[in-house]
């Protein structure tokens, strides 16, 4: 079993707190994947205090030069990926080819930002004085806070620390504990590619412990956090006590909509694909399908008839197509759902049952599992369940259909199969979703595109793509005079 220290100011450090966390296989829960340290949150400050002197030194760096470290970075997780994916296949769940899928794209998630280094950083504006110069200038928060969730243990933190180091800022990272063994293992890929001391930290330990502090440590300038809505607002209101900028990106409820043009296998494909890979656990997870009523019937069976030979098991082995949820805790989240969605008066047509046969009550493993005759009133059809549970929804026309799929407090991400372009340019104008998908999944972002929800979906900033500049820099007036 490896063990992992904490990372401060370029040294593996152990915690005062001699407290560990072992983190265990979801598939299979006799293995312990690896250990590391639950710690206290004076280390928080610690990391804090060297990552503000490091930041001294690495905001004077031409971007390029920052953008070295993360092409080397970049290499070094290439060089790798399997061991990487295989860890965060083994701690999390997710099977290996989308967890090698997700790695690669931490990979080019760094190549993308170390470009970055070399592109514009602010815009000239006339002056009225003809004699001035005018222009902006955009610089860094100084240290940023980097706060994220298990069920991207790669891209996640790869896709905040990137663009905040591009930027010039410097970083105490605190992971999810269920991933702290992968994402150890993507900080070792930075220790390695060189990165100046203090420049990168990370802080293992609980959310209320080490998270909060994070929040609360004056010398953080800037709190990037995705996790649940229920978090995200502790993180949000701290930061706005202090004064530190922040940016949430939390949980969603994700419609697809099925039009009666619409190509039925696609959508069919999509709702699967969306729904039901990585376990449900995607914010941008299909839960709710929003089916014309005059193709019900055809949609239902063909949607059946494909969930059936969906194979749940370990994600290391070839055959399985789904794996297990993440936690106990997250297994009976969904073991609850499917009771509420029962006693709501919803009707279970298939799976809904955790599995046990063929060693499978080794993990936390539950059936694909699908409700009909769901109404809007329903919890199932409001909350997030973050697992493989879908509910049918049968409408008159689109206007019901949007009505419905808008009727919900999150805005994360939405889909539509149509062939219909006067309904492709309805759904894009009405649909209250910060990505809007036509015929394609609900799940599935491009890191060169903005990303983040409406509503209680997020702090309203974005992610990604040329957005992140948005965040990980304040923008300066510059005027000049000779
Ligand atoms: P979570 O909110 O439980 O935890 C997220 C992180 O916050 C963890 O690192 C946790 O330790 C930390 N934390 C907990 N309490 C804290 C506190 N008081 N102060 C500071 N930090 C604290 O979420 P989770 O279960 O790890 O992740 C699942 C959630 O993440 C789902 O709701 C999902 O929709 C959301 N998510 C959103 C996006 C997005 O981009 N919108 C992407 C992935 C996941």
Redesign the pocket.
């Given at each position: 079993m490896t063990h992992y220290l904490n990372y401060i100011n370029g040294e593996w450090q152990e915690s005062a707190s001699n407290r560990k966390y072992q983190s265990i296989n979801p598939a299979n829960t006799s293995e312990i994947v690896g250990e590391v340290e639950n710690s206290v949150a004076a280390e928080v400050d610690k990391a804090a205090s060297y990552s503000q002197q490091a930041y001294l030194s690495w905001k004077k760096l031409a971007g390029a030069e920052r953008g070295q470290y993360l092409y080397k970075t970049a290499d070094i997780l290439e060089s790798r990926l399997e061991d990487i994916a295989e860890t965060m296949t083994r701690e999390m769940g997710k099977t290996l080819p989308e967890a090698k899928g997700e790695t690669a794209r931490g990979v080019a998630l760094l190549r993308y930002y170390a470009g970055e280094g070399m592109r514009e950083e602010g815009d000239v504006i006339p002056s009225t004085d003809a004699a001035a110069l005018m222009l902006t200038k955009r610089v860094p928060l100084g240290v940023v806070g980097v706060?994220?969730?298990?069920?991207?243990p790669v891209a996640?933190p790869i896709w905040k620390m990137a663009p905040a180091l591009i930027y010039g800022n410097t970083v105490v990272f605190?992971?999810?504990?269920e991933a702290s063994v992968t994402a150890a293992k993507v900080i070792e890929c930075f220790d390695e590619a060189g990165l100046p001391s203090g420049v990168i930290n990370m802080v293992n330990g609980?959310?209320?412990e080490i998270?909060?502090r994070?929040?609360d440590n004056p010398q953080i300038n800037g709190i990037t956090?995705?996790?649940?809505?229920?978090?995200g607002k502790?993180?949000g209101q701290g930061a706005l006590n202090r004064g530190a900028k922040y940016q949430l990106?939390?949980?969603?409820k994700n419609p697809v909509i099925v039009t009666k043009d619409a190509d039925i296998d696609l959508a069919v494909e999509a709702t699967i694909s969306g729904g039901l890979r990585s376990t449900g656990q995607k914010?941008t997870a299909t839960s709710r399908v929003i089916i014309d009523e005059s193709i019900y019937s055809t949609f239902k069976e063909k949607l059946l008839e494909k969930v059936a030979k969906i194979t749940v098991g370990n994600g290391l082995h070839p055959e399985t197509w789904m794996g297990p949820s993440v936690s106990d805790k997250q297994l009976n989240t969904v073991l609850d759902y499917i009771e509420i969605g029962k006693n709501e008066g919803a009707t279970l047509i298939h799976g809904g049952n955790r599995l046990t046969d063929n060693e499978l009550d080794q993990g936390y493993f539950v059936e694909p599992t699908i409700f009909e005759n769901v109404t809007t009133d329903m919890r199932i059809a409001q909350e997030?369940i973050?697992g493989p549970v879908l509910a049918l929804m049968k409408v008159k026309d689109l206007g019901e259909a949007l009505t419905i799929a808008n009727d919900v407090e999150f805005g994360?991400s939405a889909s539509i199969f149509t062939t219909n372009i006067q309904n492709m340019l309805d759904f894009i104008d009405d649909m209250e979703a910060g990505l809007v998908r036509i015929n394609a999944e609900s799940a599935g972002v491009e890191l060169q595109a903005p990303?983040g929800?409406m509503k209680k979906?997020?702090s309203h900033s974005r992610e990604q793509g040329q957005a992140a500049k948005e965040f990980y820099t304040n923008t300066k007036t510059v005027f000049i005079k000779g």
């Amino acid at each position: 079993m490896t063990h992992y220290l904490n990372y401060i100011n370029g040294e593996w450090q152990e915690s005062a707190s001699n407290r560990k966390y072992q983190s265990i296989n979801p598939a299979n829960t006799s293995e312990i994947v690896g250990e590391v340290e639950n710690s206290v949150a004076a280390e928080v400050d610690k990391a804090a205090s060297y990552s503000q002197q490091a930041y001294l030194s690495w905001k004077k760096l031409a971007g390029a030069e920052r953008g070295q470290y993360l092409y080397k970075t970049a290499d070094i997780l290439e060089s790798r990926l399997e061991d990487i994916a295989e860890t965060m296949t083994r701690e999390m769940g997710k099977t290996l080819p989308e967890a090698k899928g997700e790695t690669a794209r931490g990979v080019a998630l760094l190549r993308y930002y170390a470009g970055e280094g070399m592109r514009e950083e602010g815009d000239v504006i006339p002056s009225t004085d003809a004699a001035a110069l005018m222009l902006t200038k955009r610089v860094p928060l100084g240290v940023v806070g980097v706060i994220t969730p298990w069920n991207f243990p790669v891209a996640i933190p790869i896709w905040k620390m990137a663009p905040a180091l591009i930027y010039g800022n410097t970083v105490v990272f605190k992971p999810a504990l269920e991933a702290s063994v992968t994402a150890a293992k993507v900080i070792e890929c930075f220790d390695e590619a060189g990165l100046p001391s203090g420049v990168i930290n990370m802080v293992n330990g609980e959310g209320a412990e080490i998270g909060q502090r994070i929040v609360d440590n004056p010398q953080i300038n800037g709190i990037t956090f995705t996790g649940s809505d229920k978090t995200g607002k502790i993180v949000g209101q701290g930061a706005l006590n202090r004064g530190a900028k922040y940016q949430l990106e939390m949980g969603g409820k994700n419609p697809v909509i099925v039009t009666k043009d619409a190509d039925i296998d696609l959508a069919v494909e999509a709702t699967i694909s969306g729904g039901l890979r990585s376990t449900g656990q995607k914010c941008t997870a299909t839960s709710r399908v929003i089916i014309d009523e005059s193709i019900y019937s055809t949609f239902k069976e063909k949607l059946l008839e494909k969930v059936a030979k969906i194979t749940v098991g370990n994600g290391l082995h070839p055959e399985t197509w789904m794996g297990p949820s993440v936690s106990d805790k997250q297994l009976n989240t969904v073991l609850d759902y499917i009771e509420i969605g029962k006693n709501e008066g919803a009707t279970l047509i298939h799976g809904g049952n955790r599995l046990t046969d063929n060693e499978l009550d080794q993990g936390y493993f539950v059936e694909p599992t699908i409700f009909e005759n769901v109404t809007t009133d329903m919890r199932i059809a409001q909350e997030e369940i973050f697992g493989p549970v879908l509910a049918l929804m049968k409408v008159k026309d689109l206007g019901e259909a949007l009505t419905i799929a808008n009727d919900v407090e999150f805005g994360l991400s939405a889909s539509i199969f149509t062939t219909n372009i006067q309904n492709m340019l309805d759904f894009i104008d009405d649909m209250e979703a910060g990505l809007v998908r036509i015929n394609a999944e609900s799940a599935g972002v491009e890191l060169q595109a903005p990303f983040g929800g409406m509503k209680k979906s997020s702090s309203h900033s974005r992610e990604q793509g040329q957005a992140a500049k948005e965040f990980y820099t304040n923008t300066k007036t510059v005027f000049i005079k000779g």
